[in-house]
């Protein structure tokens, strides 16, 4: 059965999730904003997305961009969990792997380090 939580409370375990990444990680993080959405209009069940430019891929042109955008999406992560810990979990997963993408880290690396 699906975890129900308020949108809030969702959020703040987001920002939880954030707090808990290295200070050398979170100061890394250049120009990316991150929401929470309900789901993604076109795959319902994605969990988390990273749209941008990866930290690995900018060079000297990379001016005057719009930030980029990392969205965890709160109905799928609360329809997989059955428990608030299992939510808990589940997006600290969900925002490294996003986070990982902002770094340059593809989904085969992840896979690899168990971040899948």
Do not use: K
């Not at 930290?55 to 059955?82: A, K």
């Not at 490294?96 to 690899?112: C, M, S, T």
């Amino acid at each position: 059965m699906p975890v129900e939580m308020t949108r809030a409370r969702f959020e703040e375990l987001v920002s939880d999730a954030l707090d808990l990444l290295p200070q050398e990680f979170a100061r890394a993080m250049n120009n990316v904003v991150v929401l929470v959405e309900d789901h993604h209009p076109e795959e319902p069940e994605l969990l988390g997305l990273y749209e941008g430019i990866a930290l690995t891929e900018r060079d000297h042109d990379y001016t005057g961009v719009l930030p980029d955008h990392i969205t965890i999406y709160r109905e799928p992560l609360l329809q997989m969990c059955e428990t608030e810990q299992d939510v808990i979990d589940e997006v600290a997963i969900t925002v490294v792997h996003e986070i990982a993408h902002h770094f340059g880290i593809d989904d085969d690396r992840l896979h690899q380090l168990g971040w899948s």
